[in-house]
């Protein structure tokens, strides 16, 4: 393995190479950098003019330029960093960390989303193909993936943020409004269930029941603006979080796993019992990490002590549960500080830039405002990759169950749930690696058109703006990330074939 990465990094920096020059004069060539001088009505515009011409190096021939570009990169390796100016004189390398963050911010969490519940989906509407679930899903894809993106980023400005921040000033529902979404929910819920005419009949009634009393209680008890979710209700979903991971991963009859999962549930809400003072009155992004750290090894701990026989696998789903309890722990702090987070931005939910100008709240206040900065690029770019994702997943999926290997293996009396998961999943899992590796690796150029809808200064618009300019330093240094994250990607990719197939190792 280790003689075939070498071999792959080898040829791809040769690719990277030939690319890189190939990128840079098209760049010099692709117009005049000096256009807007030239047009200029300016008293010192020959001044500016030479002072341009110097800083950009115009004079110097072109193999020169990109060769002074390729010792800067190579300075990299040796902590001496140079990818040179920009067309106005700032510093490139410090634009590209500028813009890689907020690339970064903006898509990873999108990303992760997508492909969790992209794959989910996919899974489930393949197992239940041509149910009233798969008819829905397989709808909402082609709604979502045929979708413009500016369009639906224009539908979300106005619905999603502008009509919403006008609501949350009162923030009550409507008695009409409640029987209209209830009986929305009521229709749809039952329809994606499936099942007799009696069966959704009474899902449906039940679905409007529930719907109904409980946006009322939430009006009387004014949940909207001072929600309240509590260590109670932390540990109700962190336990359910754990039973349906147990599950999934080794069956419910696996008592020592079950055990080791609500016991996990409840050392994590017993931990945030204790540290919440701490959480609340002393924040900071270095005491999350170190609990998180110390969380995850805690819930490890916990699995390797009730693993018994099947220890890696206990411990597996200790671990994805204590991740499902920190981060409920998290959700819970944000919850309780929405009120006061209003009480500093009356309009939450931010339709341009990354950041609120001048922020004055404190440490929750303000990861409140970078999540509502984020949220509706992070709801836009979610949909179009689910969207893909789950139609890829359920064709693969599909074609795995229908494998001789698959028959087999139910023909032996195991249980739905081994097929799937043990069986099925895993060698679904191979082409949809190839699509999220390249899919990820394209997102880390950054997403051009989210950018400039919801004004984000990412990857996209250094790209942009250094294209305009004919400035081939800021176009050389998105090449140079996009172009590394494709070939670490696809090695990412390499690996994952390897773990999920044996054979490949060979």
Same mark, same amino acid.
């Given at each position: 393995?280790? %003689?075939?990465?070498?071999?792959?990094?080898?040829?791809?920096?040769?690719? &990277?190479?030939?690319? #890189?020059?190939?990128?840079?004069?098209?760049?010099?060539?692709?117009?005049?950098?000096?256009?807007?001088?030239?047009?200029?009505?300016?008293?010192?515009?020959?001044?500016?003019?030479?002072?341009? @011409?110097?800083?950009?190096?115009?004079?110097?021939?072109?193999?020169?330029?990109?060769?002074?570009? =390729?010792?800067?990169?190579? $300075?990299?390796?040796?902590?001496?960093?140079?990818? $040179?100016?920009?067309?106005? $004189?700032?510093?490139?390398?410090?634009?590209?960390?500028?813009?890689?963050?907020?690339?970064?911010?903006?898509?990873?969490?999108?990303?992760?989303?997508?492909?969790?519940?992209?794959?989910?989906?996919?899974?489930?509407?393949?197992?239940?193909?041509?149910?009233?679930?798969?008819?829905?899903?397989?709808?909402?894809?082609?709604?979502?993936?045929?979708?413009?993106?500016?369009?639906?980023?224009?539908?979300?400005?106005?619905?999603?943020?502008?009509?919403?921040?006008?609501? +949350?000033?009162?923030?009550?529902?409507?008695?009409?409004?409640?029987?209209?979404?209830?009986?929305?929910?009521?229709?749809?819920?039952?329809?994606?269930?499936?099942?007799?005419?009696?069966?959704?009949?009474?899902?449906?009634?039940?679905?409007?029941?529930?719907?109904?009393?409980?946006?009322?209680?939430?009006?009387?008890?004014?949940?909207?603006?001072?929600?309240?979710?509590?260590?109670?209700?932390?540990?109700?979903?962190?336990?359910?979080?754990?039973?349906?991971?147990?599950?999934?991963?080794?069956?419910?009859?696996?008592?020592?796993?079950?055990?080791?999962?609500?016991?996990?549930?409840?050392?994590?809400?017993?931990?945030?019992?204790?540290?919440?003072?701490?959480?609340?009155?002393?924040?900071?992004?270095?005491?999350?990490?170190? =609990?998180?750290?110390?969380?995850?090894?805690?819930?490890?701990?916990?699995?390797?002590?009730?693993?018994?026989?099947?220890?890696?696998?206990?411990?597996?789903?200790?671990?994805?549960?204590?991740?499902?309890?920190?981060? =409920?722990?998290?959700?819970?702090?944000? +919850?309780?500080?929405?009120?006061?987070?209003? #009480?500093?931005?009356?309009?939450?939910?931010?339709?341009?830039? #990354?950041?609120?100008?001048?922020?004055?709240?404190?440490?929750?206040?303000?990861?409140? /405002?970078?999540?509502?900065?984020?949220?509706?690029?992070?709801?836009?770019?979610?949909?179009?990759?689910?969207?893909?994702?789950?139609?890829?997943?359920?064709?693969?999926?599909?074609?795995?169950?229908?494998?001789?290997?698959?028959?087999?293996?139910?023909?032996?009396?195991?249980?739905?749930?081994?097929?799937?998961?043990?069986?099925?999943?895993?060698?679904?899992?191979?082409? @949809?690696?190839?699509?999220?590796?390249? /899919?990820?690796?394209?997102? @880390?150029?950054?997403?051009?058109?989210?950018?400039?809808?919801?004004?984000? %200064?990412?990857?996209?618009?250094?790209?942009? /703006?250094?294209?305009?300019?004919?400035?081939?330093?800021?176009?050389?240094?998105?090449?140079?990330?996009?172009?590394?994250?494709?070939?670490?990607?696809?090695?990412?990719?390499? @690996?994952?074939?390897?773990? &999920? /197939?044996?054979?490949?190792?060979?």
């Amino acid at each position: 393995m280790l %003689k075939f990465i070498l071999r792959r990094i080898g040829a791809s920096a040769l690719v &990277l190479l030939g690319a #890189s020059l190939l990128v840079f004069v098209l760049t010099i060539n692709s117009g005049d950098p000096l256009k807007d001088l030239r047009e200029s009505n300016s008293p010192n515009r020959a001044t500016l003019i030479a002072e341009r @011409i110097e800083r950009m190096r115009l004079d110097d021939p072109w193999y020169e330029r990109y060769w002074d570009w =390729l010792k800067g990169v190579g $300075g990299c390796f040796t902590g001496n960093c140079d990818l $040179g100016v920009n067309v106005n $004189g700032v510093d490139v390398l410090t634009l590209t960390q500028q813009a890689a963050s907020s690339t970064l911010r903006l898509v990873t969490v999108a990303t992760l989303l997508a492909i969790f519940i992209g794959v989910a989906l996919g899974i489930l509407t393949a197992i239940r193909q041509y149910s009233g679930f798969d008819y829905s899903i397989t709808f909402a894809a082609f709604l979502f993936f045929s979708l413009p993106v500016f369009w639906a980023a224009t539908l979300l400005k106005e619905y999603a943020a502008i009509q919403y921040n006008t609501w +949350i000033a009162v923030g009550q529902y409507a008695p009409w409004t409640i029987v209209i979404v209830a009986l929305v929910a009521a229709f749809l819920l039952p329809a994606v269930l499936g099942g007799a005419r009696k069966r959704r009949l009474i899902t449906g009634a039940i679905v409007f029941g529930f719907v109904t009393v409980m946006l009322f209680v939430f009006n009387a008890l004014d949940w909207w603006r001072n929600p309240m979710f509590g260590i109670g209700g932390v540990l109700l979903v962190s336990a359910a979080a754990g039973v349906l991971v147990t599950a999934l991963i080794a069956g419910l009859r696996n008592r020592r796993a079950l055990y080791a999962a609500l016991t996990t549930a409840v050392v994590g809400v017993a931990a945030y019992w204790f540290t919440a003072p701490m959480l609340v009155n002393q924040p900071s992004w270095l005491l999350l990490a170190v =609990l998180f750290v110390v969380a995850i090894a805690v819930s490890v701990a916990i699995g390797a002590a009730w693993g018994g026989y099947a220890r890696k696998q206990v411990m597996l789903i200790t671990g994805i549960t204590g991740v499902i309890t920190s981060s =409920l722990v998290v959700a819970d702090i944000l +919850i309780a500080h929405w009120a006061s987070f209003l #009480s500093v931005k009356s309009r939450p939910i931010s339709t341009i830039g #990354s950041q609120t100008p001048n922020f004055t709240g404190g440490f929750w206040e303000q990861v409140l /405002d970078m999540g509502t900065q984020i949220l509706l690029p992070t709801i836009l770019l979610a949909l179009v990759s689910v969207a893909s994702y789950s139609r890829y997943t359920r064709s693969s999926m599909l074609e795995t169950l229908n494998q001789d290997y698959v028959r087999t293996a139910r023909s032996k009396g195991l249980s739905e749930r081994e097929v799937i998961v043990k069986h099925a999943f895993r060698n679904a899992l191979i082409p @949809i690696t190839t699509i999220i590796a390249f /899919d990820f690796a394209g997102i @880390i150029g950054g997403a051009v058109i989210t950018e400039q809808v919801f004004g984000w %200064k990412g990857m996209g618009a250094l790209f942009q /703006d250094g294209l305009n300019a004919v400035d081939p330093a800021p176009v050389m240094a998105f090449f140079l990330v996009t172009g590394i994250a494709a070939v670490v990607m696809n090695l990412v990719a390499d @690996i994952a074939y390897a773990a &999920l /197939d044996p054979r490949i190792r060979r």
